[in-house]
Each structure stands twice: as C-alpha cells, then as structure tokens.
C-alpha cells in the first residue's frame, strides 16, 4: 500500500462539494433506515441518474453514505416499535423494544448510534489496512466452507429464545420450511408455489419481518395497548449511563471484530453477524435471564456488528471488483457509469477514488453520530404520540414498504397473512426472531450443501477434508453437545428440585 | 392545528397525482405524456442501470419523460406478464431480454399467464454477450482446451448459472459435439458468486456477462476462452465466439430490447422503433454504455423479431434432447 498516495485521497473528502454529498448520502441513509420496507436498494437505484453530473468520486461518496446511514437508521423502529427497519435490525428488537417498554429508549438509541459509530470506524480502519489480504482469505470461502459456517450458526440460532427452548425448535423448523418455498436454485423446479408466480419467486424476506413484527405487533395492541413506563415515569436520561456504557464496552469490542469479518462474506454477513454477536453475548453473559428483558447488551453488540459488517462489504468490491451484495452491486454499475472500473487496478489507476471512498466513511460516520444523537430526543417523543395515531401510521408505513419493494400487490397480501400469524404464534407464546433468521439461513444452508455435493460427486468427504470447513464443524459440534448438556441438566435440576 | 395541515396535504398531494393520470381525451401526436418503462429486474444490476441511461436519453428524443418501474421476479416473467396485461397504447412498455420473451419455453421451471405472441417487439437496443472464463493460473489456453481436459484427464467443474440456462445449453451443445461427458455443473446464483468460485479455485471454469470481464482480465486474474454467443467484442478481436469455433447452438444473441403489448398501433411502434435507433447512435448513450462494457446493438422490429422466433425454435429443440 502507498501511503504517499493515501494523503491526497484523504483530503478528497475536504471538498465542500463532496461534504455536502457526503452529509446528503448520511441523512437519506438514515431516513430510509428508519421508515420501514424502503431500503437502500431502492433508494439508491432512483438516485442514480442524479448522480451522472456528478464527478465519479462524489457520486460514490453519496451513495456509500446512503448505505452505512441506512444502517444507522434501521436500529430506530426495532428500539420503537418493534419493526426492523432492515433485516440486519432484527435482533434488535428483541431487547432495544423491552428497554423502550421499560423507559429506557433514549440510552437504547444512544447505545446503537454509538455503537454503530464504533464499529462503522473499526471497520473503515480494518478496510483501509487489509482489504488486499482479506480479499483473497475471502476467496478461500467455497460452498463447502460456507454451509460449514452456516451449520455453525444454525446451532446457535436456539440461544435467541428467551421462553420455551421447544417452542424455538419449532419456529425454526417453520422458519425453514418457509424458505423452501419458490424456484429451487439447483434443479431449477418450483416448490411450495401452487402455480402462483408470486410464490415461484419464494417469499420475500420483507413481507415476512414486517407481517411478523410489525403487523402483528399492531393487531396485539388492538386488544388494548401495552403499559409504557415512559408515560408514566419521568425520562430519566436520553444518552447510555455511565453503567450503561460499562456494560456495553465488551459487546462493541467484540461486535466491531465479528461484523466485520462476516461482513466480508457475500450473501447475508451483516444479518448473520447480528445474530451471532446476539448470542455471543447471552452466552457469557453473567445475567444470561436479562437478555430478551432489555438487556443493554443486546443492543450494543448486534448494532455493532451490522455496522461493521456494512464495512466488511466494501473489501471484495474495491479489492476485486466482485460485488458480495446487491448494494455493491448497485456501487459498481455507478462507478461503471462514470468509466471507472472497480478492481485491483483500482487503487493504481484511480487512487483519489479508492482513498476519497474510504476517507469519506471516516466524515460520514462522525456526520452520522452527530445526526443522530439530537434525534434521539425526537425519536423518544415518537413514543408519546397516541396508538389510536401510532397504529395506523405504523400500518401505512408497513403496506408502503412491502408495496415499493416489488410494486407487487401480493406482497401485501403475504404480508397481512403473517401478520395474522403472527398475531397468533404471540398468544400462543412462539417467538418470531427464530423463525425470521431461520428462513434467512435455510437457502444458504441448502444451496452450498447442494452445491458441495455436486462439486465432489457425491461424497461427503469435502466437508471434512478442507479445513476452515473442518474448523468450523468441529465448533458446530462443540457447540451443540453443549447446549445439549446444559439444557439437559437445566431440565434435570428442575425435575430434581420438584 | 397540525393534524388539520397534514390532511389538507394529504389531500392536495392525493389531487396532484390524480390529476397526473387523467388520460387525453384528443388524438395528439404520440407520446403527448409520460411514458412508463418496465424494467423486469430489481433496481442495480447492469441491464436495470442500462435501462435507467436509456430513459434518460429517450425522453431527450421523444420530449416526454420516460419512467422507470422495476417489476422484478420469477427470473424476469412476473414484469413481462405485467408488460403482456397492460393497455397497448404505447403508455407502457419494456425492457425484456430472451428469459422473459420466450418463458413458455421454460414451463417446467415458471409458470406464466402469457407467451412470446403477445409482444410485438420495437426494437433491440443491447445485448448481454456471455462469456466463459478461467482462473488466469490455469493450464487451459482455450476453450477447446478445457473439452480436451475434462475428456483425457478426468472430471472438470463448471461454474453454471443453473439448469436449463442457455450459457448451459450452448456448453452441452459443444460437449455434444465434442463427445465430451465428465464436465459437472455446479449451479451458482448470479455473475459475482460465479466470480468467487472460480477465482478462489472452487469451480475450474464458468460464465460471466462479459462487461464484468475487462478489469479482471487487465489485472491478470482470468482469462476469456470464448464468446458464448456469436457475439464479437470489438475491444477485444482476440477472443472467439462459439460459431467462430464451430459449435452452432442456435443462440446468436442475448438480446435487450423495448417490447410493447400486442395491439399498440403501428404508427406508435414505428416512432419508437425509430427514437431507439436514435438513442442508440446517441454519443452520451454510447459513451455511458461503453463506460459499462455494455454493448449498444441496434436492430429494428423484424429482425428482432427473427433472432426471438430462431432462439423459440432452438429452445423447443433442447427442451425435446431433454436438456432443460
């Protein structure tokens, strides 16, 4: 790496032009991040052509920032309401809505916003010194390797319940049944679909979270509204606590390492990181029975994650010109626009563009806390405003959501039907989070075993035979005859003590 | 006081979008308003933004905006049948490639409510040339070259982008020809996974849109073996096509074209077969496109017409060896 050429690529982003786009791409971010549904797959795509005028490096500066800020954002709804705004804010919701329940929202908010700060420069940090190296570790990711990490994850999916561990098992199954639905990718046959087209395409992820959370979230407070502390007891603090912060250090810390290495993985990082940083968490966790309650905890570590998990993405495609995700694919065709061409011989070719995309994180991360902490105060007073108001707000910003997606009625449709479900798998004390990351998870798992089949003709061999597959079996399996044992002698300890 | 101004937005927003959509009652020259273009593909990928820059030129020629809507899923049928519903007044058209036209040749995988007849195309504007390519470390020195591997030195991996999928067919067609039989398909979702698995050594060779291909190839890190179509990429002579190498599939070109439904009035379809064939001569619409790697390939209504009738016969020609 040249240093030499890394100081007037920093000073790319000093430009009062690409300030100002830069404080643009932030505060768009952050508005799609919180409204349920749009997100910045979207956004970005109608923002294109604005763009074509632009130099390629403000183009891109703008666009980046669209996307990290959407990660900001997404935390907003899950802490408030209970919605993810982006399927990477999932587990969020678990904790960041009981702290609001509890009074808490403001430190819960300020928990992620500096949570998100942190990690989004960690990774910023990590990308500048190491995406030639990571890129090619990356590489070494085959099918084998990732249904390996995927197997790893899947085991620890059970940790997220915070009621029945059997009540997990089985949303998980569903969550995987679910996935099954539409086009299988292998022998190219239609599953689950009952000759509808919209169902050949599989069941969109949005439609299910925002059935599943947030509709059903309004159906439950149809029966009469939840008690909110907030109305009652005077706000104690809007910003974490210094206990709080005490609490949250060693979640960031290991949320900032995790996001990022799995960010750099296509297909899914950031949500996967969430999850696991989620449930590393509750595992060593000295108050393992808080998580689930509003546990500070579990906000700071998967709001991390996700952030530098949107930096880890960022590796292959200015290192190789591949994009891991739609949103970088979405980067790449506007840097081609501009006849700029991601890839190895970026950062000789055009150094100002590499460093000035990487140098404007920097500014937009600090852009983005200092945006977002005065919000906070706002977002509380979201709170306040009455369900009779809320609700149907909430409603309309669900179908708007699923509608702009596909501009597809029947993702509408999809969605009011889970949202009954949802409604239902509540009353009857089912948790959502399982079966939501579950059916993220099931096509990888399927897909790469399937795929790793193929590529050794059948034998199952190759998952042991390469070692970061090896590795991460061998963890999967650690980690399963544990939990195993703990639950068993849980239930033991609870049949001896009777 | 503030709910009462939100609704009185509300309302004013809601009379401004009505307004928008009160259809002309006179016969004025065509487009006399905004024009919706289909894109059946979700917002980001090459042929999406392909299709934003041609909007944006078009609407430069035929004085009305042209908007995009993305009407993405079911591998492109769900935004054609949409296309193939709407009303043939030259307000709605769309950006269909061959998946999306020639769907009923794929019944086994999609089901749709529409076939090829109920399009008339406009025009081609663009294509999408496949190529095959392998890790540049790798032994082979052309395409050939990897038929004779997989039939002297045992199996080879192929990086597929599924089942039925014409860069597959036109392989088999090859292997056919070849008497080849140990290469596998390994099916991959989209160009960038296909990408990883054969630059990280898990697939020995696969199939890419050729636009992603130039800066990997600049940079040493794979090399082209063979157009899959009979495309030629004037950039790079070096590089055969499938026909140039004998092996007539049938499949001359991915194309990229406007359809519009069935019943639009000829008048309306030649002026924009004509505005295409102006946009395509465009320098900022080739300078964009070119910047992409994205060819600009102009061909009018009829001949168009003829390369979707050649690749629906070789299609039902596969699907009868039991190839799809």
């Given at each position: 790496m040249n240093f030499m050429e890394l100081l007037p690529g920093l000073l790319v982003i000093f430009e009062p032009l690409n300030l100002l786009y830069c404080f643009a791409g932030v505060f768009i971010g952050t508005l799609i991040g919180v409204l349920p549904g749009i997100g910045p797959v979207g956004t970005m795509s109608i923002l294109l052509p604005?763009?074509?005028?632009?130099?390629?490096?403000?183009?891109?500066?703008?666009?980046?920032?669209?996307?990290?800020?959407?990660?900001?954002?997404?935390s907003t709804t899950s802490i408030l309401v209970n919605i993810p705004g982006e399927a990477a804010s999932v587990?969020?919701?678990?904790?960041?809505?009981?702290?609001?329940?509890?009074?808490?929202?403001?430190?819960?908010?300020?928990?992620?916003?500096?949570?998100?700060?942190?990690?989004?420069?960690?990774?910023?940090?990590?990308?500048?010194?190491?995406?030639?190296?990571?890129?090619?570790?990356?590489?070494?990711?085959?099918?084998?390797?990732?249904f390996s990490l995927v197997c790893m994850s899947m085991t620890i999916l059970i940790y997220l319940a915070k009621g029945s561990v059997s009540h997990a098992v089985i949303m998980i199954l569903v969550g995987l049944l679910l996935s099954t639905v539409g086009i299988d990718m292998i022998s190219g046959i239609a599953r689950f679909a009952f000759g509808s087209a919209t169902l050949t395409d599989g069941i969109g992820l949005v439609p299910l979270a925002m059935g599943l959370f947030g509709i059903s979230e309004v159906l439950t407070n149809l029966e009469g509204p939840l008690e909110r502390n907030l109305l009652k007891t005077k706000i104690t603090g809007l910003l974490p606590s210094l206990q709080d912060w005490r609490r949250s250090i060693g979640p960031i810390t290991r949320g900032s390492i995790l996001g990022f290495l799995l960010g750099i993985l296509p297909g899914g990082g950031a949500v996967i990181s969430s999850f696991i940083s989620y449930t590393i968490e509750k595992k060593i966790s000295k108050h393992p029975e808080e998580f689930g309650r509003g546990a500070i905890e579990g906000v700071a570590g998967p709001e991390t994650a996700n952030n530098a998990g949107a930096g880890g993405a960022f590796v292959p495609l200015l290192a190789l010109g591949i994009p891991p995700n739609i949103v970088m694919a979405l980067l790449l065709g506007a840097l081609m626009i501009h006849g700029v061409v991601p890839g190895p011989l970026m950062i000789v070719q055009r150094p100002e563009i590499f460093w000035g995309t990487i140098s404007s994180m920097y500014i937009g991360n600090i852009m983005l806390l200092l945006l977002n902490l005065p919000l906070i105060g706002l977002w509380v007073k979201v709170l306040k405003v009455p369900y009779r108001i809320l609700m149907p707000l909430i409603l309309l910003f669900c179908l708007i959501g699923a509608y702009s997606l596909g501009n597809n009625i029947w993702d509408l449709v999809l969605m009011i039907i889970f949202g009954v479900v949802g409604y239902l798998l509540r009353k009857l004390e089912y948790e959502e989070a399982p079966l939501l990351l579950a059916f993220i998870l099931g096509p990888l798992i399927e897909t790469n075993f399937r795929q790793s089949l193929i590529m050794s003709g059948g034998s199952f061999m190759i998952f042991v035979n390469r070692p970061i597959s090896a590795v991460a079996l061998v963890i999967s399996a650690i980690l399963f005859i544990s939990t195993g044992w703990s639950y068993y002698r849980m239930a033991k300890g609870r049949i001896g003590g009777e | 006081m503030k709910k009462k101004s939100l609704v009185l937005m509300t309302i004013g927003v809601l009379m401004l979008v009505g307004s928008l959509e009160i259809p002309t009652m006179a016969q004025e020259a065509y487009p006399s308003r905004a024009v919706t273009t289909i894109i059946p593909w979700p917002p980001g990928g090459g042929t999406d933004s392909a299709g934003r820059i041609f909007a944006e030129v078009m609407t430069k020629y035929l004085k009305q905006p042209f908007v995009v809507l993305n009407k993405p899923g079911a591998s492109s049928t769900l935004g054609a049948s949409a296309l193939a519903k709407s009303k043939p007044d030259g307000y709605t058209l769309g950006h269909l490639g061959s998946t999306a036209t020639l769907a009923e040749c794929f019944t086994k995988y999609f089901t749709t409510d529409y076939t090829s007849e109920e399009f008339v195309p406009v025009a081609q504007w663009s294509g999408y040339p496949p190529v095959y390519f392998c890790e540049a470390g790798k032994p082979y020195k052309s395409f050939k070259e990897v038929l004779q591997s997989a039939k002297t030195k045992g199996e080879v991996l192929f990086a597929s982008r599924g089942r039925g999928e014409a860069t597959s067919l036109i392989l088999h067609v090859a292997m056919e020809k070849e008497g080849v039989k140990n290469?596998?398909?390994?099916?991959?979702?989209?160009?960038?996974?296909?990408?990883?698995?054969?630059?990280?050594?898990?697939?020995?060779?696969?199939?890419?849109?050729?636009?992603?291909?130039?800066?990997?190839?600049?940079?040493?890190?794979?090399?082209?073996?063979?157009?899959?179509?009979?495309?030629?990429?004037?950039?790079?002579?070096?590089?055969?096509?499938?026909?140039?190498?004998?092996?007539?599939?049938?499949?001359?070109?991915?194309?990229?074209?406007?359809?519009?439904?069935?019943?639009?009035?000829e008048g309306i379809v030649k002026i924009l077969e004509k505005a295409t064939e102006q946009v395509t001569m465009d320098p900022t619409f080739q300078s964009r496109m070119n910047n992409m790697n994205q060819?600009?390939?102009?061909?009018?209504?009829?001949?168009?017409?003829?390369?979707?009738?050649?690749?629906?016969?070789?299609?039902f020609e596969m699907a009868q060896k039991g190839l799809m």
């Open positions: 604005t763009t074509f005028g632009l130099s390629p490096v403000t183009a891109i500066i703008m666009l980046a920032g669209i996307y990290y800020g959407s990660m900001y954002g997404g587990v969020t919701c678990l904790d960041g809505y009981q702290m609001a329940l509890k009074g808490q929202a403001g430190p819960a908010l300020g928990i992620a916003a500096f949570g998100s700060f942190i990690g989004g420069t960690f990774s910023i940090l990590a990308l500048m010194f190491l995406v030639f190296p990571l890129a090619s570790a990356a590489l070494k990711f085959g099918p084998p390797e990732y | 290469i596998r398909f390994v099916p991959f979702k989209g160009d960038s996974e296909i990408l990883s698995a054969v630059l990280g050594g898990h697939a020995d060779f696969g199939v890419i849109t050729f636009s992603l291909a130039p800066p990997l190839m600049a940079a040493g890190k794979i090399k082209s073996l063979a157009i899959a179509t009979q495309d030629k990429i004037p950039a790079y002579p070096d590089i055969p096509n499938m026909y140039e190498l004998g092996y007539q599939s049938g499949i001359r070109q991915f194309y990229l074209g406007m359809f519009a439904p069935k019943g639009t009035p060819p600009v390939i102009f061909k009018n209504s009829e001949q168009l017409n003829g390369i979707v009738q050649e690749m629906k016969k070789t299609y």
